[in-house]
Every structure is written in structure tokens, then in C-alpha cells.
């Protein structure tokens, strides 16, 4: 079940920092509180992820999925161009996420 609720909050994680660009410094107020409101529900959700899982494999995966997913969404949404440099980083983030969960015993608990 963490692992559904821990893609659950990067989903809204994702929506919330798109929100956040939205924004536009805070000046457009359906965007900005949208902003809140997701950032608050993520960090909601991911309370109750680390009840059950190891913190440092948690925030590791939410970040790693958070930093992919807003790069794609930076990319697909906002025409933000990415070179190899940027995907090399990216897939050097994921993979050490892959690592972490698939060999390292922190991710036993």
C-alpha cells in the first residue's frame, strides 16, 4: 500500500509545482492556491509513506520521481528544451533510486 500512496503523492506533487509555474510568482490566486493546497496534500500523503517504509528510500523515490516528472512536464508543457546533458542527469537520478531500492539493504527497513 505505501508504494500506491507514495505514487500518489508524487502525482500531486507533480501538479502542484506545475501549479506553482502557473502561478506566476503567485500573482494568478487559483493557481497559487492550488499550489498550497497540493503541496500540503503531498506532504500528507508522504507521512503516512514513511510510517511504513524507510525514510531515505521514500524522499530517495519522490524525488527522483518528482525531479523526472517535472522535467517532462517542464519539456511536454512548457516547450522547455532539454539537451542530453539534462537526460543524462535525469537517468543518472533514476538509476541511483534502482539502486538504492533494488540492492541496497536500507530498502529492507
Partial sequence: MH???LAIGIAIELLA?????LSDGFTKLG????TLI????????????????PLGVAYSV???GGIAGVTLIGAVVFG?????????GVGLILAGV?????LSSAASG
Fill in 3 to 5: 508504494w500506491f500512496l
Fill in 17 to 21: 509545482t506545475t501549479a506553482l509555474k
Fill in 31 to 34: 493557481f497559487a492556491g492550488l
Fill in 38 to 53: 497540493c503541496f500540503g496534500l503531498a506532504f500528507y500523503v508522504m507521512s503516512l509513506v514513511v510510517r511504513t517504509m
Fill in 62 to 64: 519522490w524525488a527522483g
Fill in 80 to 88: 522547455q528544451t532539454l539537451d542530453g546533458y539534462a537526460y543524462f
Fill in 98 to 102: 534502482i539502486v538504492l531500492n533494488a
